[in-house]
């Protein structure tokens, strides 16, 4: 599934400010639409979205559609794409089974795979901005750049998309410090 993961870069350039965000994105058909995160995405201008395959190639995308409720955007590049993803079925996960991560860990890291379990279903995550509901909880390390990059099955069916981690507050502060506490889309929202 590998060749299916791109890295998607926000060219930020609106209102004084300008730099770069990026995050992780999988190709799902042979016309070329990807599915990654809102959060990804948003505040992007036209053309000022890059994808970077797994070949070193780039494109521009175009957003097809984008949902900041759900956090999901639909991308759009006129590329030969002759890998893609196949999806799964969410509502057959069960807690305890192996996943994988694939994403662009830090924006430099391409593809990296990390490896956990499926640690809870049906959670609600909240924070500033925030409200998820029905999230697929997972200890695969998920690292800043892995936002909207497939979490997979051993069959490797994307079977959600991942999209955020808490890691508490800070433990001089007095606050819990957590780790391992990933969460994805369950492919079925999606």
């Given at each position: ?5 791109v ?12 730099g770069?965000?990026s995050?992780s994105?999988v190709?799902?058909?042979?016309t ?19 994808v970077i395959?797994?070949t ?10 984008a ?16 890998t ?12 305890g ?11 430099d890291?391409?593809?990296t ?6 640690s ?5 995550v ?10 697929i ?41 957590a ?7 369950p492919?079925?929202?999606?």
């Amino acid at each position: 599934i590998s060749p299916a993961v791109v890295t998607v870069v926000n060219k930020l350039g609106t209102q004084g400010y300008s730099g770069e965000a990026s995050g992780s994105g999988v190709i799902i058909d042979g016309t070329g639409r990807i599915l990654t995160n809102n959060h990804v995405i948003e505040g992007a201008a036209e053309g000022n979205l890059q994808v970077i395959f797994d070949t070193g190639d780039t494109a521009t995308a175009t957003v097809l559609g984008a949902d900041p409720i759900s956090d999901l955007a639909v991308l759009k590049v006129d590329h030969p794409t002759t890998t893609f993803a196949k999806l799964g079925d969410s509502s057959k996960l069960k807690v305890g089974e192996t996943v994988v991560a694939i994403g662009s860990a830090l924006g430099d890291f391409k593809n990296t795979v990390t490896v956990g379990v499926i640690s809870g279903l049906n959670r609600v995550v909240n924070g500033p901005g925030i409200s998820l509901e029905n999230m697929i909880q997972t200890d695969a390390a998920i690292n800043h750049g892995n936002s909207g990059g497939p979490l997979i099955n051993l069959s490797g069916e994307v079977i959600g998309l991942n999209t955020a981690v808490v890691r508490g507050g800070a433990a001089a502060d007095g606050g819990d410090v957590a780790e391992g506490l990933g969460f994805a889309i369950p492919i079925n929202t999606v």
